[in-house]
């Protein structure tokens, strides 16, 4: 359904990767691996449209990226980038606000699966009046994936979703996206981690990602 | 000068003047204030400038010619185009043009129909009215242009992850642009605003002050600096918003990206 063919990225001069090819089926979950620096945030935001590739090609349904409407796209492809931000009211405001775009006026925040997903991680039901500034990087991280599954995405981008949490959140943050992923055949997911052990749970196949060579100095 | 209802201030009179800033550099060096280098650097250069501005003001009001009136008009706008965009601390491709285009067009517009369909100065190029009121109005939209650019490229950069996660999630660009535009321009119209908010109680407006000073009646300087104080305002909502929206269309690419690339760091 998501399939890359061929695509290469160059900034400034420099190949971040070339002729790299990836397929995302239904139901499969991706680990994206590779040491820091070779271009697996890139290659996330050129998946979800952010960047533009400078070679190849990205096609969902059957649909070259270039000939979706792009917010339309990101209605079913989510990407949650590291420190997805969140800038002000509270947490409630903040997935409200994401429910009004319009590329997603056919979805209805559903106050059921809010709930759930407040139980499953554990989580107060105050946690949702928190405002940013009062939230941790941490705290953050769970927003960004809380509001990400409640806009019902088809694919979901993860980079480094847990990497400021401790380890019993972690656990839970891992629980909810394992049932995310099983509760739908269809979903898919990509996966970034430092954590290599928590890749090894979370994902089922893999991609790895090498550093360029430097151009030899001679 | 002949009938003037004001004292015209003669060579030697302006020297006078001048000595009560030798006074200060006087002390700064007295005191090593390290002052007295800057205050001169800033009374010659003023004097210089104002000799010259009042120089090429005589000849134009002199020939009356609309061409050259036009002509006068037009490098005003385009030093003050250019020098909105200097005092900003970062670029992106086409800001010279965004700034020259959006001052260009709001001051002509708003002193154009002031003058025209407001104050019914008859001809409308007369440089008595054109002239100043243009450039006050240039002077505010600079103020607005500078401050909404330099705050609408500092959002996008700050904000970069907040505007990316939600283009991230199907907003479209301009939802995930309405912020930082709406912040951009109340940011450009803070000083216009303040201006209106506290004017006549903690000081008197420098154009006010100079037509009493020329000897008008207190009343009618006063109907005079609530007409320009209207044109300034307008002028600088319309320019900051036009400045501000040609900049949302550069760093927002049509397909919904935000291409903060494309801001760079002045040099």
Known sequence: ML???????????????????LKLKEGERVALRGPSGSGKTLLMRALVGLDAVDEGEIRYLDRPITEWHLPEYRRHVRYIPQDAAFVSGSVRDSINLFFSFRANKDLEPDSGQLLAIMRTLQLPETFLDKTAERLSGGEKQIVALVRSLLLKPSVLLLDEPTSNLDEEMVSRMEH?????????????????SHDTRQLDRMTTSSISLYKMADPAVT | MENTSYIVISNLQLGLAALLLLVNIGLSVLLRLGMAKDLIVGAVRMTIQLILVGLILEWIFQTRDPLMIILMAVIMATLAGIAAVNRTSRRFPGIFWNSLVTIGASAFLVTGAAITGILNVSPWYDPQYLIPLLGMVLGNALT?????????????????????TMLSHGASRWEAAHEQIREALRTGMIPTVNAMMIMGI???????????????????????????????AACTALATLGVVLLAYRVLFSRDHRLMESRISEKK
């Open chain 1, 3 to 21: 399939i890359a063919r061929n695509i290469t990225r160059i900034i400034d001069g420099k190949t971040i990767w070339s002729g790299l090819s």
């Open chain 1, 176 to 192: 909810l996206i394992d049932l995310w992923v099983q509760e739908d055949a269809a979903r898919s997911l990509v996966w970034t």
């Open chain 2, 144 to 164: 607005g242009i500078s401050l909404g650019l330099d705050r609408m490229m500092e959002g996008c950069t700050t904000n970069r992850n907040w505007i990316e």
């Open chain 2, 202 to 232: 903690v000081s008197l407006p420098g154009m006010m002050t100079g037509q009493i000073l020329a000897g008008a009646n207190p009343m009618d300087a006063v109907r005079y600096q609530m007409v320009i104080m209207f044109m300034i």
